[in-house]
């Protein structure tokens, strides 16, 4: 299990970029998949974006198509930290970002497939 706390939200303007961190314990975070998800009011959690890991040293990036060309996930493992670089914000960008790990080797980009949330952080987008 590893604990996960997110930060670097906000209130941005659209077209403004923001940046999230995603702080993980644990001494085998360079082994996990991260992931980005989001929660807009009244609607369901949905994926954003994930560093998949595929073994080594190796990760794969993946994306929702609403985000992609948009939004950058990387990862430094020294600091078990993920972050996901948001660019050209958008009002439907707004909604409570949420980091996700999963252990288990799944490699997937839904809900089930991660088992360690953080709080989220709020990102809000004015048009």
């Known amino acids: 299990q590893v604990q996960l706390v997110e930060s670097g939200g906000g209130l941005v303007q659209a077209g403004d970029s923001l940046t999230l961190s995603c702080v993980g314990s644990g001494r085998t975070f360079s082994s996990y998949s991260m992931a980005w998800f989001r929660q807009a009011p009244g609607k369901e959690r949905e994926f954003v974006a994930a560093?998949?890991?595929?073994?080594?040293?190796?990760?794969?990036?993946a994306y929702a198509d609403s985000v992609r060309g948009r939004f950058t996930i990387s990862r430094d493992n020294r600091k078990n930290t993920v972050y996901l670089q948001m660019n050209s914000l958008k009002p439907e960008d707004t909604a409570v970002y949420y980091c996700a790990a999963d252990g288990h080797l799944r490699r997937g980009l839904t809900l089930t497939d991660y088992d360690d949330w953080g709080q989220g952080t709020q990102v809000t987008v004015s048009s």
């Open positions: 560093s998949l890991w595929i073994g080594g040293s190796r990760y794969y990036a």
